[in-house]
């Protein structure tokens, strides 16, 4: 007889009319909602309603100087509560919906929490690509404040299961959808200052940020980052998440630029040649696609870091990953390896 397919959570439903309906219903009374996006899944909640916010920072056990990304259907609804510059218009008008988040400057009567601005004048926000994001908010008729789905400083969501596991039953609901098609958060700009400034990479590349509104510079996370030195961001610096020294990080302790690995290790693999003598292996892809290496680059933490130990010849003391070129796409990968990888 064929296997039984795992039994879904309480708390998993379907994206359909009852799945919107009993969610949208969670949001307006204050509760949290964990859905996918292109990127990784969302916990949501009410972006106006600042206990609702808090909440979440409960949920993920999240520092309060963190900033929340605010989720809207369509720019009109962004600029109602944040002053859009030129350049953000025409970010916007080129890549929204899409992986892209800008922070920007508060409007005095801005009606978005305090909360998700962590105590700045700036609101970091989005208009997500994903059909099942876009009626969630559409329905819901609510700005949604969503972090990544999991645990602060945790692996990133792409999947249903990937919440539950992380989350559990903090979460009342988490709508359903396939695996999230990018895998990596968003690409972060800040506006709020006379050069643009890329805070964090994601699929949204550098260069074509820069082929709509020319020369950005890089935050200072980026700049340590390539340098090889360790970040010196204070809670004051963090205009957006995403940029704590130690973050996404799995619970075995993750080594970088592997030239070898031992039988004791999961192996991390990136290209036609993967290091031999691992006890398990994710190739993140097997072509060194880039892309295909953003989009698998959770899943492949998840998957190492919760390793069937029933079918290990030994027990998994740690993960080594092998390099990732620094161009493109990688920049974003190696950032979030690093962070990954930092002391806890």
């Known amino acids: 007889m064929p296997p039984h397919p795992p039994k879904k959570s309480a708390n998993v439903f379907a994206a359909d009319q009852n799945g919107f309906d009993h969610a949208c219903n969670i949001l307006r009374s204050g509760g949290l909602v964990a859905f996918p996006t292109e990127t990784v899944y969302g916990l949501g909640a009410d972006a106006t309603n600042s206990i609702a916010c808090a909440s979440i920072y409960e949920a993920k056990g999240r520092p309060s100087f963190n900033p929340l990304i605010v989720h809207f259907p369509n720019s009109t609804e962004a600029e109602k509560r944040v002053i859009f510059t030129v350049q953000a218009k025409a970010l916007a008008q080129s890549f929204w919906p899409g992986p892209m988040t800008l922070v920007l400057a508060r409007k005095s009567d801005c009606d978005i929490a305090k909360i998700c601005s962590a105590g700045l004048n700036s609101l970091a926000v989005r208009v997500p690509g994903h059909p099942i994001a876009h009626q969630l908010l559409e329905k819901s008729q609510l700005p949604l404040a969503a972090p990544s789905a999991n645990a602060s400083g945790k692996i990133s969501p792409t999947t249903a299961e990937h919440v539950v596991s992380s989350l559990g039953a903090r979460v009342p609901c988490i709508l359903e959808g396939p695996a999230c098609s990018l895998g990596l958060e968003s690409t972060v700009i800040d506006l709020t200052g006379p050069i643009p ?111 069937k130990e029933n079918h290990m010849p030994v027990k998994i003391r740690g993960i080594a990953a092998m390099s990732i070129p620094h161009e493109g796409l990688g920049l974003a990968i190696n950032d979030r390896l690093k962070r990954a990888a930092a002391p806890r």
Do not use: C, W
């Open 197 to 307: 400034v890329l805070l964090r990479p994601g699929s949204l590349t550098q260069t074509e940020i820069e082929s709509v509104i020319g020369p950005i510079k890089l935050g200072q996370s980026l700049m340590e980052s390539k340098a090889e030195k360790p970040s010196q961001a204070t809670a004051p610096e963090l205009k957006s998440p995403g940029l704590l020294k130690s973050h996404y990080a799995p619970s075995l302790p993750l080594r970088l630029n592997a030239t070898t690995v031992q039988p004791d290790e999961a192996l991390l693999a990136f290209g036609p040649a993967p290091l031999t003598g691992a006890a398990t292996m994710y190739n993140l892809s097997e072509k060194a696609d880039l892309r295909e290496a953003a989009a698998n680059l959770f899943a492949a933490l998840h998957d190492l870091d919760s390793p």
